[in-house]
């Protein structure tokens, strides 16, 4: 997932940059499904940055992704905390917010020049605020996604402006942001703007050099990922490749979708008469996406299939096109026009954008790639996290400017 990615790099590329990194994080045994232990510490020690394990109180709220006990009452009662913890509208982490607390106890204002948070959950925005007065430290706020105007809200999350994000963006020292839509929409929603930073998502060459490419027999357009309905869905891309395959019966090509909304692609897939050229894989590993992603003819890369979008959706530039651009794949993106997932794909080039209404576009794309026609990257190491980082870098520097200690 697209969050991990984003703070493991960080904290990697921080540390090459000479900072001396700690990472607050729940133990690995927290997790319902890791992946291979080994291979994480193994990373870790060689990209040098140090942990603090924390538990994790009220796993119950968050059963996709914790681990907790699984008896007949047990589940009971966690169905019964969670439609509590909905009606309060807290977080599925808010109990993550005391482990911290309790982990992070000892730590000394020797100890920390600068605290960093990212988001999502939210609650680790209130973590930092907690940890930077106790020590007298600066803390920064990094949005991964917006949390007033978010253009996937969670039950639980409150749609509008609120206080306490308000404050907390008052409080911080800094705001740094993924996209420029994004820092617009903060910015001018609690007047911050000279607070935030853009620091975009990207991809680390080095992570990728083991993937091994799927051995298709056949021409693959492959979709990994998740899907948000009803604006990010596949059924343009799925009657564009209906409309491909009409044309061109002769040549052997399958659509490929690896996530967790099989039943709603299979029933859309039914629904455009496209069923039997469309292969569901379910919810993979992120090692097995990958290899279907570098084994494909195109990859496909969906922020919203809106035509126009708001802030909101503008905003939003999806982790798959660092991975597309990290396998040297080529890119079928849809998204809402002028969006700054426009905006990296025209920067870095290996693909082509177009709007979710745009069928034509799409089908006949997919005949010039399919046909050897290849669109080729211009400056896909713009989206380079050695070089990303140094954004991050920048800002915390400036955060020691504010206390003194550069």
Known sequence: MIACVRTWNTAKHLTVLGWDVTVVTPHPSMWLNPEDPAKIEAGIEAAGFRRILTGHAWPMLAPGELRWRRGRLARAAGGVCRRVAAGLEFEAQVGWFQSIKGACSNLRPSDVDVIMATAKPNITFRAARWLGRRLNRPFVLDYRDPWTGDPHPGKNVLPGPNQEEAQLLHECAAVTVVSPSWAKLIGSAFGVSEKIHVVSNGF???????????????????????????????????????????????????????????????????????????????????????????????????????????????????????????????????????????????????????????????????????????????????????????????????????????
Not at 226 to 244: E, H, M, N, S, W
Not at 252 to 263: F, N
Not at 311 to 334: E, Q
Request: glycine share 12%; hydrophobic share 40%.
């Open 204 to 406: 680390d060459s080095s992570m990728f050099a083991d993937v091994r490419p799927a051995a298709f027999d056949h021409f693959a357009v492959v979709y990994a990922g998740t899907l948000y309905p009803p604006k990010r869905v596949l059924d343009p891309v799925l009657k564009a490749f209906g409309t491909f395959v009409n044309r061109h019966s002769a040549f052997p090509a399958k659509l490929h979708y690896y996530g967790g909304h099989t039943e709603s692609v299979e029933q859309a897939a039914r629904h455009l008469g496209v069923a039997e050229h469309v292969i569901i894989h379910g919810s993979v590993s992120r090692a097995e996406a990958l290899s279907a992603q570098k084994g494909a003819g195109i990859l496909i890369v969906i922020s919203s299939v809106d035509d126009r979008g708001s802030l909101s959706d503008n905003g939003i530039v999806t982790g798959k096109v660092f991975d597309c651009l990290a396998l040297g794949r080529p890119i079928m993106a849809i998204a809402p026009k002028g969006s700054d997932l426009f905006g990296v794909v025209e920067t870095a080039g290996g693909g082509r954008c177009f709007t979710g209404s745009d069928i034509e576009g799409m089908a006949g794309y997919t005949a010039e790639v399919a046909g050897g026609s290849i669109p080729p990257f211009r400056c896909p190491f713009a989206y380079h996290w050695p070089d990303i980082a140094r954004g991050f870098d920048s800002c915390l520097r400036s955060c020691l400017e504010i206390t003194g200690k550069n």
